[in-house]
C-alpha cells in the first residue's frame, strides 16, 4: 500500500489540492483508531476513516472545504441511528488543507509506525518461506528472510522484505530486539532445532513457531529436556503451525493462517505518547 505522505506529495506536485483527514478522537465502537487518516482529492480518495456513512459525510465534507477554499474544520460524528451506523461509538473527525508542511508530518508520523512494528524473523527460503514471505510482506511488520542459499530466495524480493544470506542464523536471531517473532521452517530438522532452542532461551519472544507435525514437536521435546534446558521454555512453541484448525498443508494455506498467529500474537499499535507526538505536528501544520 502506497503511503499517504507518498499520494500527498505526488498530488501536490501535479497541483492537486487535498484535505488531511484524521481520527481526532474514537470513544466506544468505532471503524477505526485514533490517529487513522485518509486523504480527500477532487476526483480520488486515499486511506481510510472508516467507510460506511462516516466515511461519505468526512468526504463530502473535504470536498466542500476544497470548493470554497476552507483551511480547517472539525466534525463531531456520533455513530449510531442518526448516520446510519449501528457502532454505537462517537467519532470526532479533524479535516485540514493539506501543504508540503502535512507531507513531512506524515512522513514523521509513517516513520514512526514502521520503527514501532515488531520484528518477525523468518529462517527459511523453501518453498513454505516463499509463500509465507509473499503473505506477511504488506503486514504491519518488520520482515527478516534468513538463508544461506542464496539459489532458493526468489530473483524478487517482495516489497519490504529485507533478505539476509548467512551461514550463521543463529547471528540475526542474537541480534533481534526484545519481543520479535521467530518462524522457523528450514531444509534441516537439526537446525530447526537449534533456532528454536536458541529462541525459546531468550525468554522474550512474542512468537516462536517451527513448522512440522505433533511428532517432530515430541522429538524436539525430548532433545530440548536432553540438553538440560527450562521444561517451562516449551509452552512457548508453537508446532505445528497454521495446520491446527484445517489439516491444509498447502503453503499459501499454511502461510495465511500463520500470518494471523502472529498478529494475535505481536501486532501492536503505535505506541501511545509517539502517536499523540506525531498527531500533534499534523494539527499544527509542522514540518
Known amino acids: 500500500m502506497t503511503p499517504l505522505s507518498a499520494t500527498l506529495s505526488r498530488w501536490l506536485s501535479l497541483d492537486e489540492p487535498a484535505i488531511l483527514v484524521t481520527v481526532a478522537e474514537a470513544r466506544g465502537s468505532t471503524p477505526r483508531e485514533e490517529g487513522a487518516g485518509m486523504l480527500v482529492g477532487r476526483e480520488a480518495c486515499a486511506g481510510t476513516v472508516g467507510g460506511g456513512r462516516l466515511e461519505w459525510t468526512a468526504i463530502a465534507a473535504a470536498r466542500r472545504m476544497l470548493e470554497d477554499g476552507s483551511a ?3 466534525l463531531d460524528l456520533p455513530l449510531g441511528p442518526a448516520t446510519g451506523q449501528c457502532c454505537g461509538g462517537y467519532v470526532v473527525l479533524r479535516l485540514e488543507r493539506a501543504d508540503a508542511s502535512t507531507v513531512a508530518a506524515l512522513e514523521e508520523l509513517e516513520r514512526r509506525v514502521r520503527a514501532a512494528r ?4 523468518l529462517f527459511g527460503a523453501g518453498h513454505v518461506g516463499r509463500a509465507m514471505a509473499t503473505a506477511f510482506a504488506p503486514l504491519p511488520l518488520r520482515l527478516l528472510w534468513i538463508d544461506g542459499r542464496v539459489q532458493e530466495f526468489p530473483e524478487t524480493i517482495p516489497a519490504g522484505v529485507e533478505r539476509i544470506l548467512t551461514d550463521s542464523p543463529l547471528d540475526p536471531l542474537a541480534g533481534a530486539p526484545s519481543g520479535s517473532g ?3 521452517l528450514t531444509h534441516s530438522h537439526a537446525l530447526d532445532f537449534e533456532i ?9 519472544a512474542a512468537y516462536v513457531g517451527m513448522i ?3 511428532t ?10 536432553a540438553r538440560g534446558r527450562e521444561v517451562n521454555a516449551l509452552a512457548g512453541l508453537t508446532c505445528p503451525i497454521g495446520t491446527a484448525l ?14 494471523a498467529e502472529l498478529l494475535v500474537a505481536f501486532v501492536r499499535p503505535l505506541p501511545p505518547r509517539e502517536r499523540e507526538g506525531a498527531q500533534a505536528k499534523l494539527g499544527k501544520g509542522e514540518g
Not at 528454536?196 to 522474550?204: K, T, V, Y
Request: no cysteine; charged share 35%; aromatic share 8%.
Open 246 to 259: 484445517t489439516g491444509d498443508k498447502r503453503p499459501e494455506v499454511i502461510a495465511a493462517l500463520v500470518a
Open 212 to 214: 512440522g507435525s505433533a
Open 118 to 121: 515488531p520484528t518477525l524473523l
Open 196 to 204: 528454536a532452542e536458541a529462541a525459546l532461551r531468550r525468554g522474550d
Open 72 to 74: 480547517a474544520e472539525m
Open 216 to 225: 517432530k514437536r515430541a522429538k524436539f521435546e525430548r532433545w530440548f529436556r
Open 182 to 184: 521467530y518462524l522457523v
